[in-house]
């Protein structure tokens, strides 16, 4: 009890310090990991499951872009609200070939599913020093056609 009484002042130092080290080790952990057990995409996806995209559909667009020439292979992949195609062409293709066909893949999807997803294409070549390619055309939900950016060319050597 002398211990206490003599050093009472310190100790009620200490015990102030560690009370505040613990509510700013709380807040802390609280404000740096409370979002991982949230989805990435936070409720933008809310109702995905009521806008289904079938297997037949992406099997249909796929053949689409099959059926182009020089197309050598399609993909599908689906991140969040995005449908995003892989098209690749062969060396010395024209991208306005596929380019050309892009809308009518629209067609093969329903009008809920246009209103809720938007669509990415991209055309590669798949030669690193192309000077046609990539060549990305997208479509959001607000916009009735692709719009297509090509490959931009610095004009450092």
Do not use: H
């Amino acid at each position: 009890m002398k211990f206490i009484k003599r050093n009472k002042n310190i100790l009620i130092t200490i015990l102030i310090i560690l009370i505040v080290l613990a509510i700013t080790g709380i807040s802390l952990y609280v404000f740096l990991f409370s979002g991982y057990k949230n989805s990435k995409y936070g409720n933008r996806l809310d109702g995905i499951e009521n806008v289904p995209i079938s297997e037949k559909t992406i099997e249909e667009v796929n053949g689409i872009f099959k059926e182009v020439e020089g197309v050598t292979n399609s993909k599908y992949d689906l991140s969040g609200k995005i449908c995003y195609f892989i098209v690749t062409v062969e060396k010395g293709t024209d991208p306005t070939k596929v380019e050309k066909v892009a809308p009518t893949i629209l067609d093969k999807f329903s009008d809920e599913q246009k209103k809720f997803y938007d669509f990415q294409i991209l055309i590669d070549d798949g030669q690193e020093e192309s000077d046609k390619y990539p060549v990305i055309g997208s479509k959001s939900v607000n916009d009735e056609e692709f719009n297509w950016v090509g490959k931009v060319v610095s004009d450092e050597k």
